[in-house]
């Protein structure tokens, strides 16, 4: 079991950390951080998908193809969580070395969008406020730790509690 689970885990981390490492290196070098969002989300949901396989396998093949949910929901969250550590691991090893003023850059991004938008005032400096709390976070490892996981863990449960749904599977009666 614990082979299956830490492959999953880390074909699923690698595919979102490329993922992640790509589309942060294009917005960072154009300045273009539209879409963005939709990209990382897409990328996270695929690269969750082995969550899914994990579950099933070790259904089908550890456990004579019964699974109930509480299992099911164990092997999906320990994959959901070697992933999400490889997405925060290579985040960190990104931002503090090879884009270190990934927030400013984004945080001006996100203001004049709100400017262009023709945002009214109060809700320009909504947006200052809110993005200056989350520049605060990034200023200390923990911060920048705590908001990457924020930023993928929840995607990771929501699948593996989908997944534990689908796949759970209790003990067929012997004919």
């Not at 490329?18 to 960072?28: A, D, K, L, N, Q």
Request: overall charge neutral; hydrophobic content about 45%; glycine content about 8%.
């Amino acid at each position: 079991m614990k082979r299956l689970i830490i492959i999953c885990g880390l074909i699923s981390g690698v595919i979102i950390s490329t993922f992640m490492v790509s589309s942060v290196g294009y917005c960072y070098s154009s300045g273009n951080f539209d879409g963005n969002i939709w990209v990382g989300y897409a990328s996270m949901l695929l690269a969750f998908s082995l969550v899914f396989v994990g579950i099933k396998n070790y259904r089908d093949k550890y456990s004579n193809g019964t699974i109930t949910f509480g299992k099911a929901f164990q092997v999906g969250l320990y994959i959901t969580l070697i992933a999400s550590t490889m997405y925060v691991i290579v985040w960190a090893i990104d931002y503090y070395f090879f884009v270190p003023d990934f927030m400013e850059k984004y945080t001006s991004h996100v203001i004049e969008k709100a400017k262009e938008s023709g945002a009214s005032p109060a809700e320009i400096n909504e947006q200052i406020e809110m993005m200056e709390k989350s520049s605060k976070l990034y200023e200390t490892p923990i911060g920048v730790v705590l908001l990457t996981y924020m930023e993928i863990l929840p995607v990771g449960l929501v699948v593996t509690l989908i997944s534990a749904l689908i796949l759970k599977r209790k003990n067929m009666a012997l004919a």
